[in-house]
Nanobody, 123 residues
Framework: QVQLIESGGGLVQAGGSLRLSCVATGRTFSNFPVGWFRQHPGKEREFLAVINASGSWKHYADSVKGRFAISRDNAKNTVWLQMNSLKPEDTAVYYC????????????????WGQGTQVTVSS
């Protein structure tokens, strides 16, 4: 089992930045990839970014490429999502997920999820 806890969400003005954290407990954190998703009200969860177990490979959705950056520190059991140049349309609940089995851009592929953290970007 893996438990994931997100933090770092909040209210920010358009153009601002936030850094989300995802802390994992349970199974050995360094053994699996971690991803970030977000969910707008009434919509499906949207893939944002993924990082492999060692941190040597990352991939981003086109919607956030160049603005968001994923990183991890396995010694701290933590993955971060640095979000820059935020826009009002980035307002959503953000989730981290761990241990995918299948296509990582599909939310159904991920075995473990955090509880989510709200990000609100004002115009």
């Amino acid at each position: 089992q893996v438990q994931l806890i997100e933090s770092g969400g909040g209210l920010v003005q358009a153009g601002g930045s936030l850094r989300l954290s995802c802390v994992a407990t349970g199974r050995t954190f360094s053994n699996f990839p971690v991803g970030w998703f977000r969910q707008h009200p009434g919509k499906e969860r949207e893939f944002l970014a993924v990082i492999n177990a060692s941190g040597s490979w990352k991939h981003y959705a086109d919607s956030v490429k160049g603005r968001f950056a994923i990183s991890r520190d396995n010694a701290k059991n933590t993955v971060w999502l640095q979000m820059n140049s935020l826009k009002p349309e980035d307002t959503a609940v953000y989730y981290c997920a761990a241990d995918p089995d299948g296509t990582y851009s599909y939310s159904s592929a991920w075995a473990y999820w955090g509880q989510g953290t709200q990000v609100t970007v004002s115009s």
